[in-house]
Nanobody, 118 residues
Framework: QVQIVESGGGLVQPGGSLRLSCAASGLIFSTYDMNWYRQAPGKERELVASISRGGSRTNYGDSVRSRFTISRDNAKNTVYLQMNALKPEDTAVYFC???????????WGQGTQVTVSS
């Protein structure tokens, strides 16, 4: 059974930092591209950051580029999202997604809430 579990969310002041973690089990982690998405109230889910299977390629949404960093540790089956210089508009539920394009398999976590407020 595949499990995707996010952690690390919480309340932080503007300008602060958080590090999200996403632990995957029940799948061959190194064969999946990993993505972080977020969804704010009343808004569509948006892609925040992506990292390729081996970690050599990353992509970021325009609103987070230069502030957020995605990384992965295939030995630990974990992907991370380091978020710096947080803004109130970063407030959302953050979801981890495992995606394997060659067979179309994809899995989602339950999400972790990030709130940026003074």
């Amino acid at each position: 059974q595949v499990q995707i579990v996010e952690s690390g969310g919480g309340l932080v002041q503007p300008g602060g930092s958080l590090r999200l973690s996403c632990a995957a089990s029940g799948l061959i982690f190194s064969t999946y591209d990993m993505n972080w998405y977020r969804q704010a109230p009343g808004k569509e889910r948006e892609l925040v950051a992506s990292i390729s299977r081996g970690g050599s390629r990353t992509n970021y949404g325009d609103s987070v580029r230069s502030r957020f960093t995605i990384s992965r540790d295939n030995a630990k089956n974990t992907v991370y999202l380091q978020m710096n210089a947080l803004k109130p508009e970063d407030t959302a539920v953050y979801f981890c997604n495992a995606n394997r394009t060659w067979d179309g398999s994809a899995y989602w976590g339950q999400g972790t809430q990030v709130t940026v407020s003074s």
